[in-house]
Nanobody
Framework: VQLQASGGGLVQAGGSLRLSCVAS??????YAWFRQAPGKEREFVAA????????RYADSVKGRFTISRDNRDNTMYLRMNSLKPEDTAVYYC???????????????WGHGTQVTVSS
């Protein structure tokens, strides 16, 4: 099982990026995005069930970020709009077997992709 995140880059404040996370080996009940800024702890960003019927977001990204998926190629996306310098971080995708919004414990993690937002 592998999770491969991509799509990071350098963008100006107010701009947009779309991150992708390709899951190989199996499908999962829940996919999520986390981020870790320099000197800070990793924090939850967004999560979705595989079918997309349930989603949840961190308060800091509500209304700006959208998590979605494409069942055809087992890919989860994170569309990030109105980016702010404080969104700068390494973004990670994660997955687990079931939807469990009260837990931040995930079985599988991908390598991160760097997002840098300049002011």
């Amino acid at each position: 099982v592998q999770l491969q995140a991509s799509g990071g880059g350098l963008v100006q404040a107010g701009g947009s990026l779309r991150l992708s996370c390709v899951a190989s080996g199996r499908t999962f009940g829940e996919y999520a995005w986390f981020r870790q800024a320099p000197g800070k702890e990793r924090e939850f960003v967004a999560a979705s069930t595989w079918r997309g019927e349930k989603t949840r977001y961190a308060d800091s990204v509500k209304g700006r970020f959208t998590i979605s998926r494409d069942n055809r190629d087992n890919t989860m996306y994170l569309r990030m709009n109105s980016l702010k310098p404080e969104d700068t971080a390494v973004y990670y995708c994660a997955a687990r077997a079931t939807w469990a919004p009260r837990s931040n414990s995930y079985s599988y993690w991908g390598h991160g992709t760097q997002v840098t937002v300049s002011s």
